[in-house]
């Protein structure tokens, strides 16, 4: 290739990497906003959700549209046909996590106006803030190639399942305490469960990361090893 052709392709891949670290940002946002939505009753975030998620909607059309058509133009091949596949890969994971967020955000009007157990809906909050500190570590392990970062995600994913076994002691508590409220509990639980699922979402993307620096799936193993947490709740 000549050198004109070199830098134009550069600069392809360079645009469609700053495409997925908006899209992570955007879709962060969103989630953060939805699980606030829940916590405060408030109906204004909602609204807010859905315009984030009809933004991440068209972005994720966007970067699929452009790695289409920069695989049909530059016919990649190693490391930058990887590239390619992973951004795609991690655009899909990425919309996932938006269309839970919209989940999340729906559920308010199933609660209702007044939230009678404010204390697990404050912790959907604090182990959403947790899978969002791993999902922003995993876009940028793939804007930045860090495997090492990567790997450490895809391993310590069992740190979101004590976390959200945790919260479903709890609801199951209250849910035995007191029957009337069962439905507010169940609601909670199924918030709680989609905040966990960002936790899958973050190992694919890991995973990912893994195909483009090494060149092959990160080998699933049938217990992870555990790590130090990295999953401080404050």
Aim: hydrophobic share 45%.
């Amino acid at each position: 290739m000549t050198d004109h052709t070199v830098k134009a392709f550069d600069a392809d891949l360079s645009n469609l990497l700053q495409m997925i670290a908006k899209m992570g940002e955007l879709v962060e946002t969103e989630f953060k906003t939805a699980v606030e939505s829940l916590v405060r009753r408030d109906q204004k975030l909602v609204q807010q959700v859905i315009g984030l998620d009809e933004s991440n909607d068209a972005l994720h059309r966007e970067i699929e549209t452009n790695a289409i058509a920069l695989i049909a133009r530059r016919q990649p091949v190693a490391y930058d046909l990887r590239l390619v596949v992973a951004v795609w890969e991690t655009a899909i994971e990425l919309n996932h996590i938006g269309d839970l967020a919209l989940s999340i955000a729906t559920r308010k009007s199933a609660l209702g106006v007044e939230l009678p157990m404010p204390e697990p809906a404050k912790a959907v909050r604090r182990i959403a803030r947790a899978a969002l500190r791993r999902l922003r570590d995993a876009v940028h392990s793939l804007v930045v190639g860090d495997v090492a970062k990567a790997e450490g995600l895809w391993r310590s994913d069992h740190e979101m399942d004590t976390l959200y076994g945790s919260l479903c002691r709890e609801l199951l508590t209250y849910m035995m305490a007191d029957p009337s409220a069962t439905p507010t509990a169940v609601n909670l639980l199924f918030c709680a469960k989609s905040v966990e699922s960002v936790g899958d979402h973050v190992t694919n993307i890991a995973d990912a990361v893994h195909y483009l620096v090494q060149g092959r799936r990160i080998e699933a193993s049938r217990d992870k090893a555990p790590l130090r947490s990295e999953l401080p709740l404050g």
